[in-house]
Nanobody
Framework: QVQLVESGGGLVQAGDSLRLSCAASGRAFSLYDMGWYRQAPGKEREFVASISWRDGTTYYADSVKGRFTISRDNAKNTVSLLMNSLEVEDTAIYYC???????????WGQGTQVTVSS
């Protein structure tokens, strides 16, 4: 069982920056593929960014590419999402996701609200 706790959400203005963090439990964090997803009101949850356990390769949704940066600190069992040039359309609940390698597991945090005002 992996527990994930997100933090860092809040209310900001368009153009501002925010950094989300996700703290993960477990001794094998370095073997977890980690990701961020978001869900806006009335919409389905969508992929935002991910980072591979194997070599740190990162992937981004087209809508955030060039503005958001995902990173991980295996020593601290954390993954972060730096969000720059925020847009009103980025308003959503952001969820942290962990997929431990080789286990078939899929774990989610409780989410953190990000609201971007115009």
């Amino acid at each position: 069982q992996v527990q994930l706790v997100e933090s860092g959400g809040g209310l900001v203005q368009a153009g501002d920056s925010l950094r989300l963090s996700c703290a993960a439990s477990g001794r094998a964090f370095s073997l977890y593929d980690m990701g961020w997803y978001r869900q806006a009101p009335g919409k389905e949850r969508e992929f935002v960014a991910s980072i591979s356990w194997r070599d740190g390769t990162t992937y981004y949704a087209d809508s955030v590419k060039g503005r958001f940066t995902i990173s991980r600190d295996n020593a601290k069992n954390t993954v972060s999402l730096l969000m720059n040039s925020l847009e009103v359309e980025d308003t959503a609940i952001y969820y942290c996701n962990a997929e431990p390698h080789g286990t078939g597991g899929d774990y989610w945090g409780q989410g953190t609200q990000v609201t971007v005002s115009s």
